[in-house]
């Protein structure tokens, strides 16, 4: 049995997951290839799964889990859906990779298009590799070298991206990894988010070299913090004032929060976007576009270069191009609601409870902050109480529920929870709700 009040680390209860992270440790850094997945935040066993069927995830010891993470938001149909799984297996069965240009290709280019308001688009591999490229390309376009970043906003491990604040709201960064050298993160400028004045600040200080803006278009990075009404919007305007551009970094909210993504919540006049996650329907794809007079610039059509050997690729091209086909109104309709229950259900648990915390929500993205204010950057996120969390997973973990590893992710939902996966939430919250309020005294 675990111990839920037991201040740090948890007993291994999953042997055959446990067999597994010992055979990996010994081979992969860390035991895992990506790190949340280590449960260095929670402690314990990482749990390996090994099937999943609609709302569940089965692990290496058999244990059934309602799915929360859905692979960090790709699995918007759930797991194995046999569309999805069908059009994989017919793309598979006339060839993996051809490198050379394919159908599929245009068909979910088409597609990224006819739900946003970029003009072209180009596809890659992962949501790392959008953004790298649709920085290269703004700095391209502009001529100018900085980039400004928010705290608490992630967009993959690139090396301009992997920044710390400086000691003032305008300095540039400072590098935020080992292997991150000073020359890579000197042309970033990081502030905090949802300020607009230190943004009108930086451009002040800085605005003749800052090639562009990037930030989530809704932050699920920090937990979830969405912008402040108007924010996205004032960001357009102080970019474009100075001749910058504005990059909406969409890999999470991209036809995940509706079926255009972010954009289709609160529509901004961006420059370029990027995506992944859904759009590959579970198999790696993603893609940055925007202007069509900047993404013009990119090679062969113009001198900012990119390439990638299975960029396009046949298979995810199908798993997203279906996926994206059956994400329809009702859909999104269905993962509100379903998001909306799930945090009342929550909430009511927590109050019951005594445990200060906050529900925040962007669309059907949500987590949950062990705080007692609101929380609106990343300085606020970090306040939370984290070992409240750990024994609220834990718990949730034992009775069969699946959340992020990590206080500082969001949750996501799939439109496969029904009444079944949305009962067995609710039986385990209250349990949880009293571990998180005995880890708190």
Request: contains cysteine.
């Amino acid at each position: 049995m675990i111990d839920f009040n037991e201040p740090v680390g948890y007993p291994a209860d999953a042997p055959a997951s446990q067999e597994l992270f010992d055979r990996a440790a010994a081979i992969v850094p860390g035991g895992v290839n990506s790190p949340v997945r280590a449960f260095r935040a929670v402690g314990g066993t990482p749990r390996f799964m090994v099937r999943g069927e609609g709302p569940w995830l089965f692990d290496a010891d058999g244990r059934r889990y309602v799915d929360l993470v859905c692979s960090w938001g790709p699995l918007l149909l759930g797991h194995a859906h046999p569309e999805v799984v069908g059009a994989i297996q017919a793309a598979a069965a006339r060839g993996t990779s051809f490198g050379t240009p394919t159908p599929g290709e245009v068909d979910l280019a088409e597609e990224l298009i006819s739900r946003t308001a970029a003009e072209q688009v180009r596809l890659v591999n992962s949501g790392t590799e959008a953004t790298m490229s649709a920085i290269r390309l703004a700095r391209g376009f502009t001529g100018r070298s900085k980039i400004v970043k928010f705290a608490g906003c992630y967009h993959g491990h690139v090396d301009a991206l992997l920044a710390a604040a400086g000691s003032g709201v305008a300095t540039l960064a400072l590098p935020d990894s080992p292997g991150v050298t000073g020359a890579g993160a000197s042309e970033t400028i990081v502030l905090k988010y949802n300020d607009l004045d230190a943004v009108a600040q930086a451009f002040e200080t800085h605005g003749e070299d800052i090639a562009a803006i990037i930030t989530e278009a809704a932050a699920g990075n920090m937990g979830v913090v969405a912008p402040l009404p108007g924010y996205n919007a004032g960001l357009a305007e102080i970019a474009h004032r100075h001749g910058a551009l504005l990059i909406m970094d969409e890999v999470m909210t991209g036809f995940r929060v509706s079926r255009s993504g972010w954009q289709g919540l609160d529509p901004v006049d961006a420059d370029l976007w990027t995506f992944g996650k859904v759009m590959g329907g579970g198999l790696p794809a993603a893609a940055f576009g925007g202007r069509a007079d900047v993404m013009s610039k990119l090679a062969p059509a113009g001198p900012v270069y990119q390439a990638g050997t299975l960029s396009g690729n046949p298979l995810a091209c199908a798993a997203g191009l279906a996926t994206l086909r059956l994400a329809d109104d009702a859909l999104y309709t269905k993962l509100d609601a379903t998001a909306a229950a799930i945090g009342q259900l929550a909430t009511k648990a927590l109050a019951e409870a005594g445990v200060p915390h906050r529900l925040a929500t962007a669309g059907s993205m949500f987590s949950i902050f062990f705080a007692d204010a609101e929380v609106h950057d990343y300085d606020d996120a970090r306040r939370q109480n984290t070992a409240a969390f750990r024994a609220f997973f834990h718990s949730m973990l034992s009775q069969g529920v699946y959340l992020p590893p990590s206080a500082f992710e969001s949750w996501f939902v799939s439109g496969a929870i029904g009444d079944e996966a949305l009962e067995h939430i609710a039986a385990a919250l209250p349990g949880a709700a009293r571990a998180a309020a005995a880890a708190e005294s």
